[in-house]
C-alpha cells in the first residue's frame, strides 16, 4: 500500500498535535484534510501544515472516496456519530479517549466497526510512553514477582477550559480514565469492582457541570489484587504523573520524579521543580509513537494496539466509579469481553 492518506476532525488542544504528527513525523501517512466546525481553526492548521484541503463540515470528509484512515479528535460528545459514520464509509480509524459519553453510544461504536471489519485504535497513549513500555516489559519479564497493588497519581496542572467541561464526561471518564486503561495495561487482569470519592477543592465552576476536580477511586481487581488512584485538576506545579505496581518481589515506579530522603517543595524556579507543564509536553513521544504504530498497522494490516474493546473496558471502570461516586457505594464493573 502507498501512503495512508488521513483526515484529521477536530483540530483543538490534541487534534492540533496529532494533525502536526501526522502531516510532518510520520512515514507512511499523508494528512490530505483537516475539519473542524470552526473555520479558523480548521484554515489555520491547513495553512500552517500545508494540508491541500479544510472544511468545517466533518461528515463530507469522512464520505470521501480518496481518504483511507479518519483520526477523530472532537470533543467526546462528537466521536459516536463521526465513528459510525466512518466506519460505515469503510475507513480505518483512529479516536481519541474516551470512545463516547456513556456505555451505549461505545457499544454502537464498538458494533460498527466490527460489523465493518475496519480497522480501529483508540488513544490512549500512555501505552506508548518509553517508561510505561519498559514497565510492561520488566513486569513481563517477572523483575518484581507478581503484581498485587496498582497505584496512580494524575494530577493536572489546572482545570481544562470551562467549554470542555460539559462536553467531556466528567473526571472518571474523561481523566481518570487513562489510570484504568494503565492498570488493565500493567496489572494484565480485569478490574471487577471499585469505589470512589470526589469533591470540588478549587475550581468551583465544576459546580455548575456537577462534576469534581479532585477524586479516589478503589479499585479491586479480580484475582482479589487491588489499587488505588488520586485524580486532581489543580497540582499547579506542572502536570504530574505517578505510577507503582507493588509486586511479590519488588516495587516499579514510573514518575519524573527523583527519590529525596527529604521534604521537597515543587513549583516553578525552584531547584528540584523537575515537573513538565502539561500533557503535551510530557506525553510528547507517546502521541508521535501511537500515530507511528497506527499508521503501519493500517499498512501493514496488523492488528489495533489499543482496540475498542479495550476502550469499552476501561470506559466500564469509568462509568462504575462516577456511580460510585454519586451514589457513595461500592459498585460492580460491567464485565466486557475483549475479544469479538
Ligand atoms: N489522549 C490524551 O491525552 C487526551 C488529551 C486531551 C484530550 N483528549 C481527548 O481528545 C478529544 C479532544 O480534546 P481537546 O482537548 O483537543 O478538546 P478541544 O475542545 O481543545 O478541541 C475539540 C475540537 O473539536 C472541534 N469540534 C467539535 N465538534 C466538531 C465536529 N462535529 N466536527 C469537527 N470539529 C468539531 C471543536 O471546534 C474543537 O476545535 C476529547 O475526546 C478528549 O477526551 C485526549
Redesign the pocket.
Known amino acids: 500500500m502507498g501512503d495512508v492518506r488521513c483526515a484529521v ?7 492540533s498535535r496529532h494533525a502536526y504528527n501526522l502531516a510532518k513525523n510520520v512515514k507512511g501517512a499523508s494528512l490530505v484534510a483537516v ?4 473555520p479558523e ?1 480548521a484554515e489555520k492548521t491547513a495553512r500552517e501544515l500545508g494540508v491541500p484541503e479544510w472544511t468545517t463540515d ?1 461528515e463530507a470528509v469522512i464520505q470521501r472516496a480518496d481518504i483511507d484512515a479518519v483520526v477523530i ?4 460528545d ?2 459516536a456519530p ?1 465513528a459510525k459514520k466512518a466506519a460505515e464509509a469503510g475507513k480505518a480509524l483512529f479516536i ?3 470512545l463516547s459519553l456513556d456505555m451505549e453510544e461505545s457499544r454502537a461504536i464498538v458494533e460498527a466497526v466490527e460489523k465493518a471489519g475496519v480497522y480501529c485504535e483508540v ?1 490512549f ?1 500512555r501505552r506508548f510512553d518509553p517508561a510505561y513500555q519498559e514497565a510492561k516489559r520488566r513486569i513481563a519479564a517477572g523483575d518484581i514477582g507478581r503484581p498485587l497493588y496498582f497505584k496512580a497519581v494524575s494530577r493536572d496542572p489546572q482545570a ?1 477550559p470551562e ?2 467541561i460539559p462536553r ?1 464526561g466528567g473526571i472518571f471518564v ?1 481523566m481518570t480514565i ?1 489510570d484504568y486503561d494503565l492498570a488493565r495495561f500493567l496489572m494484565e487482569r480485569e478490574v471487577t469492582e471499585v469505589t470512589a470519592m470526589g469533591s470540588i477543592v478549587h475550581s468551583k465552576e465544576m459546580e455548575k457541570y456537577d462534576d469534581v476536580d479532585t477524586a479516589v477511586t478503589y479499585l479491586r481487581f479480580e484475582d482479589g489484587a487491588a489499587g488505588d488512584i488520586e485524580s486532581t485538576r489543580n497540582s499547579f506545579y506542572g502536570y504530574d504523573i505517578r505510577t507503582e505496581i507493588i509486586g511479590t518481589e519488588g516495587s516499579l515506579i514510573i514518575s519524573g520524579v527523583q527519590r529525596h530522603p527529604r521534604v521537597q517543595v515543587w513549583k516553578p524556579g525552584s531547584g528540584t521543580y523537575e515537573i513538565e507543564p502539561g ?1 503535551l509536553e510530557r ?1 510528547e513521544m507517546a502521541y508521535l509513537a501511537e500515530m507511528v504504530s497506527f499508521i503501519e498497522r493500517v499498512r501493514e494490516g496488523g492488528t489495533p494496539a489499543v482496540s475498542v474493546r479495550d476502550a469499552l473496558a476501561a470506559q466500564a471502570i469509568a462509568v462504575a466509579a462516577d456511580r460510585s461516586y454519586r451514589e457513595k457505594r461500592s459498585v460492580s464493573v460491567e464485565a466486557v469481553s475483549v475479544t469479538a
Not at 475539519?35 to 470552526?38: I, R
Open positions: 476532525v477536530g483540530l483543538g488542544r490534541l487534534g475539519a473542524d466546525v470552526l481553526s466533518a479528535v472532537t470533543s467526546t462528537m466521536h463521526l481519541e479517549k474516551p488513544g497513549m481544562p467549554s470542555y467531556s474523561d487513562h500533557f506525553f
